[in-house]
């Protein structure tokens, strides 16, 4: 399994919308690319600045550097309003032999 990290902060006073964009924009996109599996937004209990990390998870590298190419430049630009800063993006294997019942989880 592979996970994309998004790093970056929101408006504060744009959060809800964001959210919005996210669930009805941006979710339909992913869920139609190959190898996608799950999204996981995570604000901070006290929003201050608007960080948020977002973690995308993905059968294969592969398939997370062909959304990379075809669609994140999409995705991007229908998040820019709520942005207040460049979206910081990493790459990571997932170690899954270390979280077996979060795999099953996702295979149901």
């Known amino acids: 399994m592979f996970a994309r990290i998004l790093d970056f902060e929101v408006k504060l006073e744009k959060k809800e919308e964001f959210v919005k964009a996210v669930n009805d924009q941006v979710l339909p996109i992913l869920k139609k690319q190959i190898g996608f599996l799950e999204i996981?937004?995570?604000?901070?209990?006290?929003?201050?600045?608007?960080?948020v990390?977002?973690?995308?998870?993905?059968?294969?590298?592969?398939d997370a550097e062909?959304?990379?190419r075809?669609?994140?430049p999409k995705v991007l630009d229908i998040l820019k309003p709520f942005?207040?800063?460049?979206?910081?993006v990493n790459y990571y294997n997932l170690e899954t032999a270390l979280c077996d019942r979060f795999v099953d989880a996702l295979a149901v």
């Open 83 to 88: 942005l207040t800063t460049p979206v910081d």
């Open 40 to 51: 996981l937004p995570f604000f901070p209990e006290k929003m201050r600045k608007g960080k």
């Open 70 to 72: 075809e669609f994140y």
């Open 53 to 62: 990390l977002t973690i995308s998870l993905w059968t294969t590298r592969l």
């Open 66 to 68: 062909r959304y990379e």
